[in-house]
């Protein structure tokens, strides 16, 4: 098995496993009563942009086990490892600031959200560059 096809396979594994731990803390949220209603909405939309995040790096994960070009799975590699550092910095510190009331790295959610929104473009950039050079079916 190639290093690519492992590290997809590690992306996609990790990522099952904390979409599961974010059904755990969405259901777990629901019966808190202690949280006011401005971190039980800030909590609800962190938990809401890694659950599609998620979802997004486990699908690249899958597409990198059915192409056969190198190119692209470097290419799914690189976007999967932006979107989890995106949802890391996003998401994990509105989990800090209002789980473990640390605000010391609440600066980190913007540049979060921007590595997001980047990597949504990088990989269209490179759908586009893929069927442009005519490889796609």
């Not at 540049?111 to 269209?124: C, D, E």
């Amino acid at each position: 098995m190639t290093f690519s096809l492992r590290y997809a396979l590690l992306m996609t594994v990790l990522c099952m496993l904390l979409a599961a731990l974010g059904v755990g803390l969405n259901a777990a949220l629901a019966h808190m009563s202690h949280f006011t209603e401005q971190a039980l909405r800030s909590l609800h939309f962190a938990l809401n942009i890694q659950q599609y995040h998620l979802l997004v790096i486990i699908g690249l994960g899958m597409l990198s086990y059915i192409t056969h070009e190198l190119g692209l799975r470097r290419g799914i590699i690189i976007i999967q490892t932006l979107f989890f550092v995106g949802i890391s910095l996003f998401s994990g510190t509105i989990y800090l600031k209002y789980l473990a009331s640390i605000t010391t790295f609440s600066f980190l959610t913007m540049y979060g959200g921007l590595l997001l929104i980047g990597s949504w473009v990088l990989m269209s950039a490179c759908v586009l560059i893929y069927c442009i050079k005519g490889r796609a079916r």
